[in-house]
């Protein structure tokens, strides 16, 4: 455990067999929409909070909007994590645990679109 001044330990959840960060990119490589969407669209805050459960779970990160629900099951913090932030913005979330992490090549498979007002 870490003391008050030192750093907080990471929290890991052990991933299935095939789950791998080398899993996720050959996934993301096999040309599987995992975005689900034919084509980029314009998406309403609105529509964004309809896709908040573990099997359609959208969320916007940098104006982006990604189906995470292929990724879900990758996340070395868990799904649990990723679920915080699903149906919304979540830029604060994801800056406040995630600063270094270069969302748009990890997720760039999964754009569904660009949250719009």
């Known amino acids: 455990a870490a003391d008050a001044t030192g750093p907080r330990p990471r929290r890991k ?42 099997d359609d779970a959208w969320l916007a990160l940098g104006g982006r909007v990604y189906n995470v629900t292929a990724y879900l099951p990758f996340h070395p913090g868990g799904q649990g994590q990723v679920m ?8 604060a979330l994801f800056a406040a645990v995630h600063p270094w992490v270069n969302v748009e090549a990890l997720l760039a498979k999964c754009l569904v679109g660009y949250l719009v007002p």
């Not at 067999?17 to 309403?44: E, F, M, Q």
Request: no cysteine.
């Open 84 to 91: 915080r932030g699903a149906g919304k913005d979540a830029d």
């Open 13 to 54: 959840t052990p991933l299935a067999p095939g789950h791998s960060p080398l899993d996720w990119a050959a996934l993301t490589r096999s040309g599987a929409n995992l975005a689900g969407v034919a084509r980029l669209r314009r998406i309403k805050p609105s529509e964004l909070a309809a896709h908040r459960t573990r």
